[in-house]
């Protein structure tokens, strides 16, 4: 299929960590991104991994790659009020960013 | 560096009117995107400029739906006539190379 697929909703106590899942569908994608969007902001390009790794990581968060399943993760570490938006899976595919519908991280005090 | 660009942020127009949204890119990306996202859907890509050139339309939904970017800097998009089914978020986005691309804040369209 042409979707990339992530759950709609997570929610998670500050301070615990958060966990993203992902999976996307063409195995030659170069590039698989982590966008974030706030309420009543635009999209913010949050972290973005190569197809050949298999983590990045970036001060609180941290991205894994499984090409052999197509799973991408985002974790975000310690996780602070801030963190509340919505969280978009993409993937970089015939010179276009296809998106997952986003998942909307709610934050628990 | 001033990032992407948009205008205007929100619009509110009736069935049948049409609306021009605007959309800055990054000084010196040759690359420019328009994604909208209609209601509870993904983001879904409508087309590509390189400079002025139209690399990619095959987003477009329809004849409705009209975008230029004369002279390789701003690009607009143009909605005549809009539809109910026009409602969304219109993002543009640019890119100095293909792969990582910078995401304006979005024009969010309301069609009555």
């Known amino acids: 299929g042409e979707d990339v697929e992530q759950s709609l909703f997570l929610s998670v106590r500050e301070g615990d960590s958060s966990v993203i899942n992902c999976t996307y569908t063409d195995s030659s994608s170069t590039y698989l991104y982590w966008y974030k969007q706030e309420p009543g902001a635009g999209l913010q390009l949050l972290t973005y991994i190569f197809s050949n790794m298999d983590m990045k990581q970036d001060q609180r968060l941290t991205v894994l790659l499984n090409k052999k399943d197509k799973h991408l993760s985002l974790r975000i570490a310690d996780t602070q009020t801030g963190d509340s938006a919505i969280y978009f899976c993409a993937e970089f595919r015939d010179d276009k960013i296809i998106f997952g519908k986003g998942t909307r991280l709610h934050i628990l005090p | 560096e001033a990032g992407v660009t948009q205008f205007p942020s929100h619009s509110v127009i009736e069935k049948g009117q049409t609306v021009t949204l605007r959309c800055d890119p990054i000084s010196g990306h040759d690359n420019l995107y328009w994604y909208r996202r209609v209601m509870g859907k993904e983001i879904k890509f409508l087309l590509h400029?390189?400079?002025?050139?139209?690399?990619?339309e095959s987003g477009m939904p329809n004849n409705r739906f009209l975008a230029e970017r004369t002279g390789g800097t701003y690009s607009t998009l143009k909605v005549q006539p809009a539809e109910l089914e026009d409602s969304g978020v219109y993002f543009c986005a640019s890119s100095q190379w293909m792969g990582t691309q910078y995401f304006g804040p979005g024009t969010r369209l309301t069609v009555l």
């Open positions: 400029f390189v400079k002025e050139s139209k690399q990619d």
